[in-house]
């Protein structure tokens, strides 16, 4: 199994362009999330998936959109990106939503001027 | 709202020294209580759990966590610390309902000294 995976690793974007994140699981896990990281703020929940067609947000949405049409498959997208999205994104999965072990991807690290 | 406090930023310990680093966490239910470890450039991996039962848990590495509710700490322990556990330790809570949507505190970074 490769787990979760993540594409790209970096990424430079300009203010204003958009972009997707990818992020995958073999693991035919029901739930996956996405979260950023911020110096000094820990993980924040972006948005999460209870499985394929089922989706919402979490703490910090703003800015960005998912969608879930199948079960290995979790994209991120930034519609029109901004410097306040610098960021580490890091997606996780686990069996369900009431599972208590997340696997989490090697992450992407975004920056945008 | 849940929230969790990890009141150290960074701390230094000499290697084969014991570690404690501190986790306090607000909810109004019992809690689901986790510490991830992330290493420089990696993603995170869960060390130990918490979600009813016995109040000390054992994890991986060799990590040890006891829940205190009259104290809402969730400290985690090694009574040896080893070169490789330098990295960032994050404790985090589950949701009610939904035990996977974690909150996470802030992190402490651990550096190991020879």
């Known amino acids: 199994n490769a787990g979760v995976t993540q594409t790209p690793k970096f990424q430079v974007l300009k203010t204003g362009q958009s972009m997707t994140l990818q992020c995958a699981q073999d693991m035919n896990h029901e739930y996956m999330s996405w979260y950023r990281q911020d110096p000094g703020m820990g993980l924040r929940l972006i948005h999460y998936?209870?499985?394929?067609?089922?989706?919402d947000q979490g703490e910090v949405p703003n800015g960005y959109n998912v969608s879930r049409s199948t079960t290995e498959d979790f994209p991120l997208r930034l519609l029109s990106a901004a410097p306040s999205q610098t960021s580490v994104y890091f997606c996780a999965s686990s069996w369900t939503d009431q599972t208590y072990e997340q696997y989490f991807g090697p992450g992407t690290r975004l920056t945008v001027t | 709202a849940q929230s969790v406090t990890q009141p150290d930023i960074h701390i230094t310990v000499s290697e084969g020294a014991s570690l404690e680093l501190r986790c306090n966490y607000s909810?109004?239910?019992?809690?689901?209580l986790f510490w991830y470890v992330q290493s420089p450039g990696q993603g995170l991996q869960l060390l130990l759990k918490?979600?009813?039962?016995?109040?000390l848990v054992q994890g991986i590495k060799g990590f040890e966590a006891e829940f205190k509710r009259s104290q809402s700490s969730f400290n985690l322990r090694k009574p040896s610390v080893h070169w490789s556990d330098a990295a960032e330790y994050f404790c985090a809570v589950g949701s009610t309902g939904t035990a996977s949507k974690l909150t996470f505190g802030t992190g402490t970074r651990l550096q190991v000294t020879l």
């Open positions: 918490y979600f009813s039962g016995d109040t």
């Open positions: 998936s209870v499985g394929a067609g089922i989706t």
């Open positions: 909810y109004g239910a019992t809690p689901y």
